[in-house]
């Protein structure tokens, strides 16, 4: 069967999730196709972080971080089971930056965002104060100041919820083979499990992230190809350094950046790098010369030392930045970037952030207006992600009703479910009254009920999908488990389900 759509979007990463959930909130019909599955690439190797980006401003981003900072509000509203305020402690290096700058810095970041729903900074000296014991001796002050935390792959997920509740066709595992303009539309072939099928579109989105060049030359085949520059960032993830629920971010000569930020209640994640990547675009990992650079940028902040040894996972990703005449990665802007061609109705998009997906996604759909003069009007801003439409937008508030309810549920497992699902929690936890009624315990505190839910309803399919994009718990499952898992996967998976798509 043919499929027929307005827009068809490459890439399931979150600026291709984000379109699909505007446009088809505005009445498009929306076919997503991603080769792998959801979030696989980039859009789940962030720090995890919904931020301005403060370094920023030392590059005159005024209005890049102005964005992030607002849409970081917009976020806490429409998603406050996934973005969660945390305090960021940045100790004062007077050889790097002196403090009247940082102080600047920090005032102008929290003025930036026009109701902030986060505190505001302060100065802190570490003599007496909690934040100051894990640093070496030779920091004496510094300062807090607050950003917010997310899980990147569940955000990607909320985002293709949105586009499927608005009627979108989401297919994972699916890669397109060619794109033909021909007879005033798109011809797409698409292959999934070595079957070729064919659909076409009045209009086209390349959100194909770093493979948005390959998109260009391979599948596409225009004729002035948008040209990118790729950096690659990597995070180091390590036995808790720390106690405490508060982050650090750290400065280096280089100008860059290194944030430490609490992880799955045992871990500390450290990360990112900047590094230009020229290489295989499916071959993207850590280096060992990473590796180092963040051991080392640890051992010159805090007590406890850290080597490679200490290092029990690592995960890199890749950004596709604009080209701008730039040789410091850490310099190239974070903004996006559109390049539209109306005669073959192709849009690219280039860049972008976690934080600004909304805007970005927004902005891309309203360039789509000539096109379709029909389309609604904007309208993700005040609407709730799905699992966001919680008591007053106050999680805690939330969380308390949710326990309450499900007061059988052990306090790890209910925070994990509130956290992770919002209020579609209770699409897999409906008519269960004990642990016993989630069927077989897994791993971890992953039942059987979770799985066939992410099978079924988020485009789950493997032992990876569910551990390391949907549940985040890839670390604390063995090696047998996961095989049970990817054994249990596919018993599910071969049974009827309501979701829709591949996967």
Same mark, same amino acid.
Request: glycine share 6%; net charge neutral; charged share 25%.
């Given at each position: ?33 991603? $080769? ?41 509203? $429409? ?52 934040? #100051? ?22 955000? !990607? ?19 397109? !083979? ?24 009045? !209009? ?10 390959? !998109? ?54 450290? #990360? ?35 080597? $490679? ?35 073959? %109705? ?22 789509? $207006?000539?096109?379709? %003069? ?9 609407? %709730?992600? %799905? #699992? ?50 989630? #069927? ?64």
């Amino acid at each position: 069967m043919e499929l027929t759509s307005d827009l068809f979007i490459i890439g399931g990463g979150i600026n291709g999730a984000g379109i699909a959930a505007d446009a088809a909130g505005r009445g498009l019909s929306v076919v997503l196709c991603e $080769r792998n599955d959801l979030a696989s690439a980039t859009s789940s190797a962030s720090s995890k972080l919904i931020h301005g980006g403060l370094r920023y401003l030392e590059n005159y981003q005024f209005s890049l971080v102005r964005n992030a900072l607002q849409e970081r509000e917009i976020l806490l509203h $429409r998603a406050p089971h996934l973005v969660f305020p945390l305090e960021f402690i940045l100790p004062y290096e007077k050889h790097l930056r002196p403090a009247w700058m940082m102080r600047i810095g920090l005032f102008l970041y929290d003025h930036l965002a026009s109701h902030p729903l986060v505190r505001s900074s302060k100065k802190i000296d570490f003599h007496d104060d909690q934040r #100051g014991l894990p640093l070496t001796s030779e920091f004496d002050f510094g300062f807090s100041y607050y950003d917010c935390a997310t899980d990147d792959a569940r955000l !990607v997920i909320a985002n293709a919820l949105s586009a499927k509740d608005n009627g979108a066709t989401i297919l994972t595992h699916t890669e397109v !083979v060619s794109a033909n303009y021909e007879n005033s539309q798109w011809k797409i072939q698409l292959k999934h499990a070595d079957k070729i099928t064919t659909c076409t579109a009045k !209009v086209l989105v390349n959100a194909a992230g770093p493979w948005v060049e390959q !998109v260009q030359k391979n599948v596409i085949h225009v004729s002035n190809p948008f040209s990118v520059k790729l950096v690659k960032g990597s995070h180091i993830i390590i036995p808790r350094l720390y106690s405490g629920d508060f982050a650090y971010i750290l400065q280096n000569p280089d100008q860059r950046v290194v944030f430490a930020i609490p992880y799955q209640h045992d871990f500390t994640l450290i #990360g990112t790098t900047d590094v230009p990547f020229t290489l295989d675009t499916d071959k993207i990992k850590i280096t060992s010369e990473e590796e180092t650079y963040l051991c080392d940028t640890i051992n010159q902040y805090f007590k406890k030392s850290i080597s $490679r040894k200490d290092i029990i996972h690592s995960y890199a990703g890749v950004r596709c930045l604009q080209n701008e005449n730039e040789n410091n990665p850490a310099k190239l802007s974070r903004d996006f970037k559109f390049q539209l061609n109306a005669e073959t %109705p192709l849009l690219t998009i280039i860049s972008g952030k976690l934080t600004t997906h909304r805007l970005l996604s927004e902005k891309a759909v309203d360039k789509l $207006r000539q096109f379709f %003069p029909q389309m609604k009007k904007a309208w993700t801003k005040d609407k %709730p992600l %799905p #699992g966001g439409d919680i008591c007053e937008k106050d999680f805690s508030i939330y969380l308390k009703k949710f326990k309450d309810k499900y007061s059988w549920l052990p306090e790890k497992l209910a925070v994990r479910y509130a956290k992770n699902y919002g209020t579609r929690a209770e699409l897999f936890l409906q008519n269960a009254t004990s642990l016993s009624d989630l #069927g077989k315990k897994i791993g971890a505190d992953l039942y059987q009920k979770e799985v066939a839910y992410l099978i079924q309803q988020e485009w789950a399919l493997t032992a990876e999908d569910i551990l390391w994009r949907r549940t985040k718990l890839g670390l604390t499952f063995s090696l047998n488990e996961v095989e049970e898992l990817d054994q249990l996967c596919k018993i599910i998976a071969s049974q009827p389900s309501s979701g829709d798509g591949h996967g």
